[in-house]
């Protein structure tokens, strides 16, 4: 088998690469060690930032998002049992919207198999070879039998557990920049309504607290939980208590319903550096991970592949190397400023490990946005996401 760009992973990364090279005319070929089935049922993020809509709507894969995105103008966030108003629109002139990361992948799978793009689902033993070389290679098997697709360009797009990061660790060495947090968030997805018409970020003694939304029957919910927490010890009749406690506000009401999906997820910061090697290109979740709290892991694959794909095709198309030279050095500008945002709102928002100091500080972080309508514009722009021009 042979491509232009051989793509591990079929998360929203690697589909939108793919897409945004068939715009252009390159040939591509994406390989998925999960089922279709899968990868459009697994619920992950779904803030999308305004440019990250831009970039799907202008692409073409943005139809049933206009539909039935649910555009949010703010956010509430809420200390000490007060509960304030952060205005994105009227701040920034940007908006977010929430449609969840299954939904994304939905439309670029869907996309993809309308012009017969090649998909491959469940393949097995993936493994990248000749990656410093100008053949490099891609072997996996696929309904029994041993392949190998020759490229001239990898794209890693397989996450933090996949096969392409540690190929370019082997191959040289990549500077590894992480932090494990000392909490992790118990997210449940409930048949109820949501409570509220933007997000909720609640800061509690007891622990942080979100109110989310996934569409306007389903709410998505998370508690601050130790890392270790098992599912078994937090049946939903202690959820919802423990989340009524944490949003509780007079005059408010925190609606419950049938729980019907639970899961642990630790926090986590990492950054590999570089994010390339040779023919190799990482992009997303395979070269940086950041905490939640800022809604920023999907929107920053966006960016890194919008980024990719115009230096794959200058370079495929005009011999222009610049744009794959200057990949990682352009990504990680707007990857560490997002590394700093979401520390920013983790150690704002959690309940930290009780040293008075840091308790100290938080508190007069949380004064400052409240009284300060340079620190929520400051909040809101980061949120939101920052322009394109931003790089």
């Excluded at 670029?108 to 198999?113: D, N, T, W």
């Excluded at 097995?124 to 360009?153: K, M, N, W, Y």
């Excluded at 003694?205 to 010890?233: C, I, K, N, W």
């Excluded at 990857?335 to 700093?340: G, I, K, N, S, Y």
Aim: charged share 25%.
């Amino acid at each position: 088998m042979r491509t232009q760009v051989g793509i591990v992973g079929a998360g929203p990364a690697g589909l939108l690469l793919a897409h945004l090279l068939h715009l252009e005319g390159i040939e591509s070929i994406v390989l998925e060690d999960r089922s279709r089935d899968y990868v459009e049922r697994r619920v992950r993020a779904g803030l999308l930032e305004q440019g990250t809509v831009d970039v799907l709507c202008e692409t073409g894969v943005g139809d049933r998002l206009r539909r039935e995105a649910m555009e949010h103008h703010g956010i509430h966030v809420q200390f000490g049992g007060e509960r304030h108003h952060i205005p994105l629109a009227e701040l920034t002139g940007r908006a977010i919207f929430i449609y969840g990361q299954q939904e994304v992948v939905k439309d670029l799978i869907a996309a993809r198999l309308a012009y017969d793009g090649p998909l491959l689902f469940e393949v097995d033993d993936v493994a990248v070879h000749d990656i410093a070389s100008d053949r490099p290679r891609i072997t996996f098997s696929h309904d029994g039998a041993r392949q190998a697709l020759e490229c001239d360009a990898i794209a890693g797009c397989d996450g933090f557990h996949g096969v392409c990061r540690p190929a370019a660790a082997a191959a040289r060495a990549l500077q590894v920049f992480e932090r494990d947090h000392p909490f992790a968030w118990l997210g449940v997805l409930a048949e109820v309504p949501p409570s509220s018409d933007e997000l909720i970020y609640a800061h509690h003694e007891r622990g942080f607290a979100l109110h989310s939304m996934r569409s306007p029957t389903l709410s998505r919910l998370y508690l601050q939980v130790e890392p270790d927490a098992p599912l078994d010890q937090w049946p939903d009749e202690r959820i919802w208590e423990e989340l009524q406690t944490r949003f509780a506000l007079e005059g408010w009401t925190l609606h419950e319903g049938s729980i019907v999906e639970k899961g642990v997820t630790p926090m986590r910061s990492f950054v590999c550096e570089p994010m390339q090697h040779g023919r190799l290109f990482l992009a997303g979740d395979a070269a940086h991970i950041v905490p939640p709290t800022g809604a920023k892991g999907l929107n920053l694959a966006v960016h890194d592949v919008c980024l990719l794909a115009d230096a794959l095709v200058r370079w495929l198309r005009a011999g222009d190397t610049g744009g794959l030279e200057r990949y990682t050095q352009d990504a990680l500008r707007r990857v560490w400023r997002a590394q700093d945002f979401s520390h920013y709102m983790t150690t704002l928002l959690h309940r930290l490990d009780g040293d008075p100091f840091d308790d100290a500080l938080q508190r007069a972080r949380q004064e400052y946005v409240r009284r300060s309508e340079a620190a929520r514009t400051s909040l809101a722009e980061n949120y939101v996401g920052l322009p394109r021009s931003w790089g």
